[in-house]
């Protein structure tokens, strides 16, 4: 009985350091990067990216998918919500698929409905700037009363109520998987956004048929 224990005792230990010495899966790598973007911890995206990242970055495309310039916004209360908020998503990762130097993990994102928001602010900030500036509103009064909308927006916003599936991509580099460079328009990011890109890119569309582009 002993002998089969010392035997039982080698096998659990044999498989606990083959387990401990494996590399990092897909998945692995995938838990890593999403605990980093949401801790903001950009030297930790950095370990397991295939791209330049920063903070900045992230809160840049924010800032150009709404039209406006980072200069001067981390003075706002505004955009100190924002980026609460940004940063606020919650995430379940699934599934995972290898196919040689390639992978991608499935991973649910749960988040504010920002893709709405936006559509609700940039519909206000149509038509309550725009009246505005014609009847000689000075720049700094069409920034105050932007910055006024975006916080009452904002403010709606209470519940995550957008949730979405998306394979994020992965690649080996040199032995190591990593998540692979994700484009500012691609279905991960508007996941993440809540929605965001895809609001954007269709008042890009009515934008550019009412400008006959």
Not at 65 to 72: D, N, R
Not at 107 to 118: L, N
Request: aromatic share 8%; net charge negative; proline share 2%.
């Amino acid at each position: 009985m002993r002998k089969i224990f010392s035997v039982l005792l080698i096998i659990v230990l044999a498989v606990s350091l083959s387990a401990c010495g494996s590399d990092p899966t897909p998945k692995d790598t995938a838990e890593k990067y999403l605990a980093a973007i949401k801790a903001q911890d950009a030297e930790g995206v950095r370990a397991v990216y295939d791209g330049s990242y920063s903070e900045d970055e992230l809160m840049g495309t924010v800032d150009s998918l709404l039209g406006e310039s980072e200069e001067g916004k981390e003075d706002d209360e505004a955009a100190k919500q924002f980026k609460v908020k940004i940063f606020g998503f919650d995430y379940t990762v699934g599934e995972e698929r290898i196919d040689g130097e390639d992978a991608e993990v499935d991973v649910t994102f749960k988040t504010y409905e920002f893709g709405a928001m936006i559509g609700q602010y940039l519909e206000r900030t149509v038509n309550e700037l725009l009246p505005a500036a014609f009847n000689g509103a000075s720049a700094e009064e069409i920034y105050e009363m932007g910055i006024k909308i975006l916080e009452e927006e904002l403010a709606n916003l209470t519940e995550k109520s957008y949730e979405k599936t998306v394979p994020m991509k992965l690649k080996k580099v040199k032995g190591e998987w990593k998540v692979a460079e994700i484009e500012d328009d691609s279905e991960f990011l508007n996941a993440m956004l809540g929605g965001m890109v895809d609001t954007v890119k269709e008042f890009e569309t009515i934008e550019d048929s009412q400008n006959g582009d």
